[in-house]
């Protein structure tokens, strides 16, 4: 083997180990980007109903009172899942199936769907 072709393997070897490196860090973004999963309130009554659809929140607004439930019913062809900017309610990643989730406190509870930042919608929670 010529000195040439030695140094070359060297280079190439550097560089898989560089991307190697860059698909670590690309892994813990990600992980960052999905907050684990709240598991769903399966066994509560819902009081409204948002459709999940390619690609909104139907309807992407919804009002109830302190202790009420929402279900979130997924109907796209598309993954998605429904992401509270507070964490406070966070379903898997789902393309049929439902998540329920009760909100005890009086509040605006942004969410969104992490795969499609545009999906964005609102459950806001106010006494009667
Ligand atoms: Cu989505």
Not at 13 to 33: D, F, I, Y
Request: net charge negative.
């Amino acid at each position: 083997m010529t000195g040439a072709a030695v140094s070359r393997r060297r280079a190439i070897t550097g560089v898989a180990g560089a991307l190697g490196l860059a698909a670590v860090g690309a892994l813990a973004a990600c992980a960052q980007g999905k907050p684990e999963p709240v598991p769903s309130d399966a066994g509560v009554k819902a009081a409204v109903t948002v459709r999940v659809v390619d690609n909104a929140f139907e309807p992407a607004e919804v009002r109830i009172t302190p202790d009420q439930a929402v279900r979130w019913v997924f109907e796209g062809t598309a993954e998605h899942d429904v992401v509270a900017n507070d964490r406070s309610f966070v379903s898997e990643l789902m393309r049929e199936g439902e998540y329920t989730h009760r909100f005890p406190e009086a509040a605006d509870f942004d969410y969104i769907c992490s795969v499609h930042p545009e999906m964005r919608g609102v459950v806001r929670v106010a006494a009667p």
